[in-house]
């Protein structure tokens, strides 16, 4: 985990990741194409971008055992 994120973002992190993978990667699709993503409304940019950043992280040790 990214030392630099704030408690929320980790928060957040967690709730995210407790839908599944299918709905972590659904929203890491929707950022990779530049959607607006509304269950990260309540952050900033550089925010969003670590949590994205986060999430991407986690998902590849998942594709990696496939």
């Known amino acids: ?3 630099d994120l ?5 928060e957040k992190i967690e709730k995210l ?3 599944g993978c ?3 990667n659904q929203l890491l699709e929707r950022a990779k194409n530049g959607n ?10 550089a925010e969003i971008k670590q949590i994205l ?6 998902m590849s040790v998942y594709t ?3």
């Open 36 to 45: 607006h993503i509304e269950e990260l409304s309540e952050f900033d940019h």
């Open 53 to 58: 950043d986060e999430l991407d992280q986690i």
């Open 6 to 10: 704030s408690k929320k973002a980790l």
């Open 22 to 24: 299918s709905e972590v």
């Open 17 to 19: 990741c407790a839908h």
């Open 1 to 3: 985990m990214n030392p």
């Open 64 to 66: 990696q055992q496939d």
